[in-house]
């Protein structure tokens, strides 16, 4: 999968122990990593409802076998 990238082999020991470190277990890193973007914050009105859709979306990608990987993006 196109994760194994950064994840798997002797290379990557480095990458595998920060995501440790994050949190994910050596299950969760057997799985395929989906990237969510999430452009939530607090001072733009628009954006308010973000964190809650973020956190369906991680739902529904745990559902579906995956291990979801919130990054952020900026607001304009």
Known sequence: MRSDVVKKGVTRTAHRTLFHAMGYSDEDLQKPLIGICNAFNEII????????????????????????????????
Do not use: N, Q, Y
């Open 45 to 76: 009105p628009g954006h308010i409802h973000l964190r809650d859709i973020a956190e369906a979306v991680k739902l529904g990608v745990a559902a579906a076998g995956g291990t979801p990987s919130e990054f952020p993006s900026i607001g304009v």
